[in-house]
């Protein structure tokens, strides 16, 4: 039985009350009842997509080729996909998630220090163009346009010279052969070119030993690489999603639609500029012996016409209503790309600070969600582990050793204000430097070295400012007289 079928000979259970004392309201078609008007068969509901299967039959490859192509297409021709896609990869890591490398609770510098040389420089990127930071924005950028992105450990040896002996390659979700489904060896499964082992954990990917569009083809050979080797980063809709689908899924529609409404909107504008004139004649009678019957119009002319001559100018289309509409239809995009509107389009004409800061702020959540359950569990903590596993082949204690991550800061929108409510929040015991650093997205052993830093040189110099916590109050006031050795070198 089809599952359509299951909807239309479906039948409510019967009521526990007596109809007089709980009544229900049936929606019927055919014979059937639905307690919900959404679950009828009826002429408003006749359009709906209604679907029993999981996520993964839904995304067929058919179905990822296709939404990827229209993403990716959309991103190289369209401005708004265009930024909606940057600016989505800009919140989400901006200038770099950054870590530091933590043994049993405390900082480890020297841990910290080697995973600096490794990732603040290009060593970890096999084309040597980009460090860390480089490599996440990718990723970024390919999980909104392809719906995911894999990062591939690459293993190297020692002579290559490089601070630990791997690197990472990302790579784009083409690589995975998602025609390869059915029963594999072991008793496991292999769904869309993911393979699982007996209770369903994940055992590896299938992957092409090319890119399937590349430019100089490599063959189409599939090889299993182990789940330990890749890291795969995809946004998952509904339990047990293997893949997932390009963020332009919901408004690729909208968007095409939009383009081709401008296109109409550029042809009606050229139109509307041009002026035909008809001219019906000069009262010579001889129009037919012209040699020359078609005139041009020229911006400034003054022509002396005949007595007798009847000119009509055709009126040619307006262009009213082309801003409402633009503004609607890119609200909707906004809306399901899941950013607000001035950020997709870069217009704040008619945004006041609170509308903007209240849309900023609902922003703000979803980027700290898809940060902290998606890329750092995801894209990041992988590449932590891999850095643990090749400094332990080195001979490093790592022991107890693992990475904390600081995401970059968000903008603020009234600094005034929100930075005394950080002050007071550390001075009340509510929050710690290290821990306001990390929002502010920086890394707090740079932050505070920097502070000693500048603190000992300030001392040395005899230099006091207002902005120095240890001297001065928040008001202004001296916080504690000043040592000798300072009066002195304040008296020189």
Partial sequence: MRFRDLFRRGRAAPPSASPASAPRQRVRRGGAAAQYEGASYSRRTAGWRRSGRDPNAELTPQVMLALRGIARDMVRNNPYAARGQNKWADYLVGAGITFQVYRNGKVDKDLTALARRHFDSTACDPLGKSNLYGLQLQAAKTLVTAGGVLQRRRWRR?????????????????????????????????????????????????????????????????????A?????????????????????????????????????????????????????????????????????????????????????????????????????????ISAGLGMPYEILTGDVSKVSFISGRLSRLDFKVAVETIQWTILIPQLCEPVGRWFLEAAALQGVDVDGASFVWTPPRFPMMSPETEIPAVRDAIRSGQQTISGAARERGQDPDVFLEEWAADAKRLDDLGLIFDSDPRHVTAVGNPVAALTPDQMDKRGE
């Fill in 158 to 226: 020692g002579s290559d010279g490089l601070p630990v002996p791997f690197q990472i390659q990302v790579l784009e979700p083409d690589y995975i052969n998602m025609s390869l489904s059915g029963p594999s060896q072991g008793g496991g499964s292999r769904i869309q070119g993911i393979e699982l082992d007996q209770i369903g954990r994940l055992a590896g990917y299938w992957l092409y030993s090319g890119h399937p569009g590349a430019v100089l083809p490599s063959g189409l050979d599939t090889r299993l690489i182990a």
């Fill in 228 to 332: 330990s080797e890749i890291a795969y980063c995809y946004q998952g809709d509904r339990p047990e999603a293997l893949h997932g689908a390009t963020w332009f899924a919901p408004v690729i529609v909208r968007i095409k639609d939009f383009g081709d409404y401008e296109d109409a909107q550029l042809v009606r504008q050229k139109i509307a500029s041009c002026y035909t004139v008809f001219k019906i004649g000069d009262g010579s009678g001889d129009d037919e012996e012209l040699d020359d019957p078609i005139e041009a119009l020229e911006p400034g002319i003054i022509e002396t016409v005949a007595p007798g001559t009847d000119i009509k100018f055709a009126s040619p289309p307006g262009v009213d209503g082309y801003e409402p509409y633009s503004r609607v239809s890119l609200q909707a």
